[in-house]
Structures are given as C-alpha cells and as structure tokens.
C-alpha cells in the first residue's frame, strides 16, 4: 500500500509540474517578431516558428535565436504563427491579434 501511495503522489507531482509553450508577437516597422518561452518562466531557445497563409501554405519558418525571439518579414497577404514545442497543443497566433510594440 505505501508503494501505491508513493506512486500515485509521484503520478500528481508530475503532472503539476508540467508547462506549456507560450508565443507573444508583435510588428516593428516591417518585421514580425515573436518570443517563445514555457509556462515555467524558461525559455525556449532553437526551436523553429511557423508562419502561414490562410490557405494553410507554408510562408516561413524560423528558429528562435538565444534570446527565445523568431523574427519574420511581414507579408503583404494575411498569416497566422505556430509555435510547436513538440510536446502539448502547438501555439497559434493569427495577424488580427498582434499589436505594434
């Protein structure tokens, strides 16, 4: 029974220790750029950032740098970002949700 117990504790101690990728973006003049990071506060440098039309083709991608940002062009057409960390839901941000900084 005590092994049980320990398990079922380690089982829930995991599991309020798991975090989640996060992407804030914004425009700077005629860049895109956005910064990666987790839930936890760490970030997530060389990781590679999607960036998408809305017929779902493949406009750019790029890996975050050491400071955990991936900077983009700024197309003419309208585009949405994905950030997939490989683990958990992957992070999407379409263009009518960023901002000038």
Sequence with gaps: MITLSFLTLGLFSSAAQAHFPLMSCWFESDKVACETSYSDGSKAVDYKVNMYDYDDNLIAKV??????IAEFTKPEADFYLVFDS????????DVVEIKEK
């Design 63 to 68: 890996n975050t740098d050491k400071r955990s």
């Design 86 to 93: 490989g683990h958990e839901s992957p992070v999407e941000v």
